[in-house]
């Protein structure tokens, strides 16, 4: 119902236009090497700046969410997933501080890029520099791509305009959505022959009914399950007592995988079975998560949804009593 892999947030100048303006697409000269603009410097991330550029990252979330919590181990942790010395741009000022920083990684065909830029330097062209350098990048890589996707908070009209300038289009929207636990929602209603269960000896199961419920959701990539117990357990956040699974008899219908979060809770992924939908086993397992948050004393829950989920996940969070906090639009550049 929901799973939200990735968020991607390229900042630019700070203005008044609206992302519904039309735009000037801008040619992009294939021949020419990006370079930062006059005053800057860029190079590969290391290690070491994981710390610097967690800072970075946080007081643009700050600017454009209201609140972070990365971390310097989160991040490194996130960089398991891309090839630093060539998939990273660390762009500092003349005084050698990070001023903005990108990455990119190939993924079922697709290229993802992510960039931030410290509010203190937003209006240098920094943002457009990093969506030239990644652009670049994938174009003259081995591995040929068909599409490279980025994604802005949806409240962020600059980026939003920058990137129709520079031949994007948006694809799709997300949505953060939010709920108060002092509400008290009210407790599961199981199906019958319906129960809850937790994960403990039965996690290859437990990923092949996630893997099924998210088939035929967009953007959705296939993990291995070797390669899914290895990320999950390595996440700071990671709380094995957080998931639980809808069981009918023997078989695991539907699943909920939860952690910590921004001071809440976070519902990482939510979903049922093709065959075992339209029962009610979807707003069990999510009243049953709010619940389990309740009891460790949390008082706010958030997760993050396709807005146009194919499942009707948004209703059943609306339901509830969740809201949407934030919004994230998805867009797309063919190569």
Not at 12 to 37: C, F, G, I, M, W
Not at 136 to 164: F, K, M, P, Q, Y
Not at 308 to 326: C, D, F, I, Q, R
Request: hydrophobic residues 40%; negative net charge.
């Amino acid at each position: 119902m929901n799973r939200v892999n990735c968020k991607f947030s390229i900042p630019s100048l700070r203005d008044t236009s609206t992302p519904d303006e039309p735009v000037t697409v801008r040619p992009y000269n294939h021949a020419v090497h990006p370079v930062p603009p006059q005053g800057f410097g860029v190079r590969r991330a290391t290690p070491a700046d994981a710390e610097p550029i967690a800072d970075l990252v946080r007081r643009f979330e700050l600017e454009f969410e209201g609140e972070s919590e990365l971390t310097a181990d989160e991040l490194l942790h996130d960089w398991r997933e891309y090839d630093l010395a060539t998939g990273t741009w660390l762009v500092e000022s003349g005084g050698g501080t990070p001023a903005a920083y990108a990455t990119l990684r190939f993924s079922d065909g697709v290229y993802e890029a992510d960039g931030y830029v410290h509010p203190a330097y937003a209006g240098h062209g920094l943002g457009g520099y990093l969506l030239d350098a990644v652009e670049h990048a994938a174009r003259i890589a081995e591995i040929r791509g068909t599409v490279l996707r980025t994604a802005v908070a949806g409240r962020d009209a600059s980026a939003r305009r920058l990137l129709g300038e520079h031949g994007y289009t948006a694809a799709r929207h997300f949505w953060r959505m939010l709920i108060d636990l002092a509400e008290r929602p009210g407790p599961p209603r199981w199906p019958e022959g319906i129960r809850v269960a937790g994960v403990a000896g039965r996690e290859r199961e437990f990923h092949a009914a996630k893997e099924e419920a998210f088939t035929d959701h967009w953007g959705n990539v296939p993990e291995a399950f070797e390669d899914w117990r290895e990320r999950r357990a390595a996440r700071p956040d990671h709380d094995p007592e957080l998931s639980f699974a809808a069981v009918a008899g023997d078989t695991i219908a539907g699943v909920a995988e939860c952690s910590l979060r921004y001071g809440g809770g976070w519902v990482n992924a939510l979903g049922v079975r093709p065959g075992w939908r339209r029962r009610g086993l979807g707003e069990a397992l999510l009243r049953h998560s709010l619940c389990e948050f309740a009891a460790r004393g949390l008082e706010l829950v958030q997760l993050g949804v396709d807005a146009a989920n194919p499942t009707g996940a948004t209703s059943l969070y609306e339901k509830v009593g969740m809201h949407v906090k934030l919004e994230f639009v998805v867009y797309e550049k063919p190569l």
